[in-house]
């Protein structure tokens, strides 16, 4: 703290206030968990007014406001899909969920009114923007710095992008995903052989060392900053399963050699109404041992963990106190709405201080990390300020750049940290 910078106190409430909003708003994000791509990865990034229209979140509501059979929905061309959302969700009914209310503030922000209801209109705008300007206007709108995609080898589209070898664009930073690999690894380990990897069903030591440089491989060719997965509601260790002997004996080590954390996304049960395809999946609460049991038993690692049930965030965020292996980050998916936001951040600041990572976007459209970060800016905003405001009256005294100190930590320091 420099001799003269300004200390704010019980008596300068207003101007504490206003440095906190305007903190939060000029600091960069580093958004850890996105399933965005570079534009180098061709159609696989998704942007413009009919992508953020038919993302699966609105897809889901849909159906719900309409009478459309599925069938029928799912035979439409994109563009008839969007325009049956807008219709259904954004005339027909005031667009007042968290995910129609994002298309408003994306439209918002790129200076287009959504007021207008000019569907074609944004249609227009959109078709005389390219992917490459589009990215940086977004980025610059929504104030992030770097956003780390969800990059899946099984995946047939994104793996000839890797092999071959483009250029990397350092705004986008890779994320080994291996969902398959653990599970489903009945359906994937003969895709592994195919690939040169000398592995059978059974999971011997010569697997698990093939295994384990498959991961190895792979986190080099993309650079990755953490390897990942998503569990069902069920997930359990130590257990006696496929999953369970892939985690400790090859994903583990892996992820030790090579220095990054191992992310665990707890809480999805997938395609509780397979009708609704990428909309389908739901949540389950989950038990919090075997997150507890692998940071204890492997203390080499490092783990970031997110939760999708609201039931889970009281004792993630006890476990969260316990392992200094263990980083908690976001709030996923259906918890990604206001209320819920703000009562995780402020249960999470109450809990770990600024030892957590408050939000992740987990935007599949370019464009909606200007919604996703603009409303959680308002809501972290608004808990910084409370929590600060009580420091004051209790008698503390904190300058400017302690709470800048503060809010970069949040918005990335503590995953660049953590991830090393
Ligand atoms: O598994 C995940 O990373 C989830 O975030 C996605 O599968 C999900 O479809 C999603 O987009 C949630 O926001
Ligand atoms: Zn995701």
Redesign the pocket.
Known sequence: MTANETLFDRDNAVGLRNTVQRIVQETPVLDM?T?LYAPAFGELLLWGIDELLTY??LVAEFFLASDMPYDAFWALDKKAQADAIWKTLFVDHSPISEACRGVITVLDRLGLDPGARDLEGYRAWFAAQTPEAQVDRTFKTANISAAVM?NDPFDTLERPVWEAALKGDPRFLAALRI?PLLNDWAGSWERLKGWGYDVEAALNDKTLAEVQRFLSDWLTKMDARYMAV?LPPDFAFPEDSPRAKILAEAVLPAARAHGVPFAM?IG?TRQVNPALR?AG?GVGTSSLAPVEHLCAAFPENKFMVTMLARENQHALCVAARKFRNLLLFGC??FL?NPSLIEEMTRMRLELLGPSVVPQHS?A?VLEQVIYKWAHSREIITRVLRHKYADLVEAGWRISEAEIQRDVKQLLGGNFEKFVG
């Open positions: 968990h399933h699966h979140y969800t969902d998503s996304m999805v990428l999946d996923w998916w990604n987990d599949r």
